[in-house]
């Protein structure tokens, strides 16, 4: 029963949401009732990858990463316009409010989860941009966050995420076990999480290093159960498979971007256009102050 209110309370969200998209999308709308001129560029430099361009060659630096840029040159192979970059916002958008919808009713039921869920929307809609990278980095922080949280927060038992050895119950000297609750049917939870920090790497490099921050101190204290050698192990491993599926997922777009460029471009000098690491370094710490203030007045 509660499977079924579940599914048709996200049925009744994508409607509306759908509902709400066919009007907003050709309206051009950034937002429900936000500022109209920050339009999205990513279609545009996407078309410029049709006639054999890459990403961060000579001419054609930049300090955003490339899947927002990959994704319209991908999905729209003879040139995109501005409706399609609105779409696919707009898609992330609401793929944002549908994921986390699914993942809230687990826990606050299908009710709770929707009437959330309805309230967030007008908020969320409200944002003063329509930029293709900000939503996407939003609903890949969203998978991130869940996919975290999966691995962590139903854990009580002593076995870690990664193989270990346990004493089997003859006495024996023991067997392979893993993956969440020491259960090798979950073993697959470690993986989409690094693969959903990779992807975010690839969208937006601000925000996935601060989510890649916020995950590895999660793993690296929770689950309590755990020692913290196998929580170490979790983090080490985490930490690797992120690394490798970045490199895979880049060198197999190799046809649209230069490997070496986008090191150098993103991540060692993507912070010149706001101040460089120091500058941005302090305000992160002045934002964190003042997010610190708010919730110890709440």
């Not at 929307?121 to 922080?141: E, G, H, N, R, W």
Request: net charge positive; with cysteine.
């Amino acid at each position: 029963m509660k499977s079924t209110q579940r599914w048709l309370a996200l049925v009744l969200l994508a409607l509306l949401l759908a509902s709400l998209g066919a009007v907003i999308v050709p309206a051009h709308w950034n937002s429900i009732w936000g500022d109209r001129d920050f339009t999205d560029w990513s279609v545009p430099i996407a078309n410029r990858l049709h006639d054999g361009t890459r990403l961060y060659t000579e001419g054609f630096h930049s300090p955003m990463p490339p899947l927002p840029f990959i994704l319209p040159r991908l999905l729209f192979p003879h040139g995109g316009i501005w409706l399609d970059g609105n779409l696919l916002n707009y898609t992330f958008q609401s793929g944002m409010v549908l994921l986390l919808f699914w993942a809230f009713s687990r826990r606050l039921g299908a009710s709770a989860a929707l009437v959330t869920a309805l309230a967030a929307i007008p908020v969320y809609l409200a944002m003063p941009k329509t930029m293709l990278y900000d939503s996407m980095a939003q609903f890949l922080v969203a998978a991130t966050g869940i996919a975290a949280a999966s691995l962590v927060g139903r854990d009580k038992s002593k076995h870690p995420l990664t193989p270990s050895l346990s004493p089997s119950p003859s006495g024996g000297e023991g067997e392979m076990e893993s993956a969440v609750g020491g259960s090798g049917r979950q073993w697959w939870k470690l993986p989409v999480l690094a693969l959903s920090l990779a992807l975010l790497l690839l969208t937006k490099q601000n925000t996935a290093i601060g989510a890649l921050l916020g995950v590895s101190l999660l793993l690296l204290f929770l689950p309590w159960s755990q020692t913290f050698r196998c929580r170490c192990a979790n983090l080490a491993i985490m930490l690797l498979l992120t690394v490798v599926i970045f490199c895979a997922i880049a060198l197999a777009f190799r046809q649209f971007l230069s490997f070496r460029g986008l090191i150098h471009d993103v991540f060692l000098t993507g912070s010149e256009p706001k101040g460089g690491p120091v500058r941005i370094i302090k305000s992160l710490l002045i934002y964190n102050m003042q997010i610190a203030i708010v919730a110890a007045a709440l």
